[in-house]
């Protein structure tokens, strides 16, 4: 187990170098994964994110009297073949569920995809706080390649590509669409494989291949 502490810019600090009365975090590592984050906000504690194990049940966390009234975040993780996933139930200071946040991550450590909803029922996420991400660190080492956005009925908006940066100039056009020929160009344009084209053009959150 180690602790560390990042200050309002999200750098790690020292215990000593962080102001009291200021915005930070207290973060538990356990094999270099936060199992646990303590944030502060003025001085004052403003949440808890707890990572458990998905055979424990949230109980064990919200009925724990260390916890009583304070607002507690619940999170999961599971890895899928070459992606893994957090999923994190808020509860609030009530510790009943209020919503739900999931994200994507692939094996190189890049955030790919996040969805919200508060159908605690179905979790359909809500459209617009939905996004995925591609990254090609080859073509583009500082950020994503393309991003996807739905609108409000879940329908992938199309993505747009800058060809020039991938040098393919004589391509036809920059637009992909969510069907069989989006997703022959898709691989045809990253070199991807055709079951993570079909993800990026699907409204699917979680990858379910390896």
């Known amino acids: 187990m180690e602790t560390i502490f990042k200050n309002e810019a999200g750098q790690i600090s020292s215990e000593n170098e962080i102001p009291k009365d200021g915005s930070y975090s207290k973060i538990i590592l356990s094999s270099n994964e936060i199992i646990q984050e303590e ?67 692939d094996k190189h450590g890049n955030h790919i995809a996040h969805s919200y909803t508060e159908d605690l029922m179905n979790e359909i996420p809500y459209w617009n706080a939905t996004k995925k991400y591609y990254f090609d660190s080859s073509i583009r080492p500082n950020g994503s390649l393309f991003e996807c956005e739905f609108d409000d009925d879940g329908k992938l908006i199309p993505i747009t590509i800058d060809i020039e940066e991938l040098n393919m100039g004589d391509h036809d056009g920059t637009w992909i669409y969510d069907d069989e020929d989006g ?21 699917e959150i979680i990858p379910n291949f390896n």
């Open 183 to 203: 997703i022959e160009e898709l691989m045809q344009i990253t070199g991807m494989s055709k079951e993570l084209a079909q993800y990026y053009l699907s409204t």
């Open 39 to 105: 944030v502060f906000e003025n001085g004052i504690l403003s949440h808890i994110t707890i990572f458990i194990d998905l055979d424990q049940n949230h109980d064990t966390i919200l009925k724990n009297d260390t916890f009583s009234g304070k607002y507690i975040l619940v999170g999961e993780r599971k890895t899928i073949g070459d992606f893994k996933y957090e999923k994190v139930f808020d509860y609030g200071n009530s510790h009943t569920l209020k919503s739900i946040y999931t994200v994507v991550f």
